[in-house]
């Protein structure tokens, strides 16, 4: 009668061989890649990241945005005809640079600031005291988008202008071409002009605005949003319109 350890020594042998036996009909196990040993257990591939599938395929907006920033630059440089000296209208610079006076801040406040002083119609004062606070609302407007963007002149502009501040090193939008169209909407509907002077009023806002390309101060695009700008700025003027009734302690102190 075989002994209890002699039968177990049996089982296990038999085992042992089973295992053996199942072992090798797998094969030999396939050697583990160099990528995948490195890779931690359980990870998944990684999804590239937003900005690089952006440049792997760009949209359709973003390559037209491209193209019509690139036509800007190319228009613009080939309409700096007045941008320096040597250029080819380079004898016309000094006309466009008083030009360039003529739509500046200062001379508007200052003259605006002199009528208020010196008016003595009290219709005349409203009218000058919301010229007032219309000159000052496109100060403000022209330094918070040139703030915000921060676009930088073009390369062929000299910083030769009449006073400027520390905003005025961007370009965009064209604060000429905003206080151009400003001030001529605004000399349009409350001013009694005939008609040859209306149509004066206008040429000089077109010729502002352009003077700016022909200087090399601005993009064709830093004039084009400086209009629209100009144009909307004014309905907020409207809006917003002083009157002894809405705003009397001004026109108190204006009428001292």
């Not at 330094?143 to 009449?162: I, S, Y």
């Not at 520390?166 to 905003?178: E, L, M, N, Q, R």
């Not at 400003?182 to 502002?208: D, G, K, Q, S, T």
Request: charged share 20%; net charge positive; glycine share 8%.
């Amino acid at each position: 009668m075989p002994s209890p350890r002699s039968s177990r020594e049996r089982r296990a042998g038999s085992g042992g061989r089973l295992e053996f036996l199942s072992l090798s009909q797998r094969g030999p196990a396939a050697p583990e890649s160099p990528s995948r040993r490195r890779e931690p257990a359980g990870a998944a591939a990684a999804p590239l990241p937003e900005e690089d599938c952006m440049k792997l395929n760009p949209s359709f907006v973003g390559i037209a945005l491209s193209s019509l920033l690139a036509i800007d630059l190319w228009a613009s440089k080939r309409l700096g005809v007045c941008a320096g000296e040597g250029s080819a209208w380079g004898s016309a610079r000094p006309l466009m640079k008083v030009i360039e006076v003529s739509g500046h801040g200062i001379p508007w406040l200052l003259g605006t600031f002199y009528g208020l002083c010196h008016s003595d119609s009290s219709a005349a004062r409203e009218v000058l005291l919301n010229l007032l606070f219309a000159l000052l609302l496109d100060l403000v407007m022209v330094a918070v988008v040139k703030g915000l963007v921060k676009r930088p002149r073009p390369t062929h502009n000299k910083m030769d202008m009449f006073v400027t501040i520390s905003v005025d090193k961007y370009s965009f939008p064209s604060g000429h071409a905003t206080r151009a169209a400003l001030v001529c909407r605004f000399v349009l509907r409350h001013l009694v002009l005939a008609v040859p002077l209306r149509v004066l009023v206008v040429l000089w806002a077109l010729i502002v605005s352009i003077s700016r390309v022909m200087l090399g101060r601005h993009n064709m695009t830093d004039v084009l949003f400086g209009l629209l700008l100009g144009y909307a700025l004014y309905g907020v003027v409207e809006h917003c319109w002083l009157s002894p009734a809405t705003a009397p302690a001004l026109f108190a102190l204006w009428s001292r």
